[in-house]
């Protein structure tokens, strides 16, 4: 009878170890992204303003490349991506940028446009939060 009890025991901890312990999941741009926020830094000469706007609508990637957004400043409309590491390509038209993911979770992305060149300190900066 001990032994009966002591194999339960040991059963019954193997299955509290097992079901305690889920997989996270992993990043999938592969999805509907809701937006959450955009902030939006100006750069003039050793200056800069930054402002932080609602977010409004979605943007949706799909497993063929294809993608479609209803937030404004990103692309708005249909287009065309490609992600490689952490730089997302967007083509719209003749149009290509690119942005840096600089948060990839399973439900939450940071989507980064810099429109400084070279070294010209005056630009924006585009931080676009998403989540799903």
């Given at each position: 009878?001990?032994?009966?009890?002591?194999?339960?025991?040991?059963?019954?901890?193997?299955?509290?170890?097992?079901?305690?312990?889920?997989?996270?999941?992993?990043?999938?741009?592969?999805?509907?992204?809701d937006?959450?926020?955009?902030?939006?830094t100006?750069?003039?000469?050793?200056?800069?303003?930054?402002?932080?706007?609602?977010?409004?609508?979605?943007?949706?990637?799909?497993?063929?490349g294809?993608?479609?957004?209803?937030?404004?400043?990103?692309e708005?409309?249909?287009?065309?991506?490609?992600?490689?590491?952490?730089?997302?390509?967007?083509?719209?038209?003749?149009?290509?940028?690119?942005?840096?993911?600089?948060?990839?979770?399973?439900?939450?992305?940071?989507?980064?446009?810099?429109?400084?060149?070279?070294?010209?300190?005056?630009?924006?900066?585009?931080?676009?939060?998403?989540?799903?």
């Amino acid at each position: 009878m001990k032994k009966i009890s002591i194999f339960l025991l040991l059963l019954l901890a193997t299955a509290v170890v097992f079901t305690g312990c889920s997989k996270e999941e992993e990043f999938d741009i592969v999805n509907t992204w809701d937006h959450e926020s955009t902030k939006l830094t100006t750069y003039w000469g050793p200056n800069h303003v930054s402002i932080t706007l609602d977010g409004e609508g979605s943007v949706t990637f799909y497993s063929d490349g294809n993608g479609t957004s209803t937030v404004e400043d990103f692309e708005d409309g249909d287009f065309t991506w490609t992600l490689s590491d952490k730089t997302l390509t967007i083509i719209k038209g003749t149009r290509e940028r690119e942005y840096e993911l600089t948060k990839m979770e399973a439900k939450r992305m940071v989507v980064v446009r810099d429109t400084r060149e070279g070294d010209d300190p005056n630009g924006e900066v585009y931080e676009f939060r998403f989540s799903r």
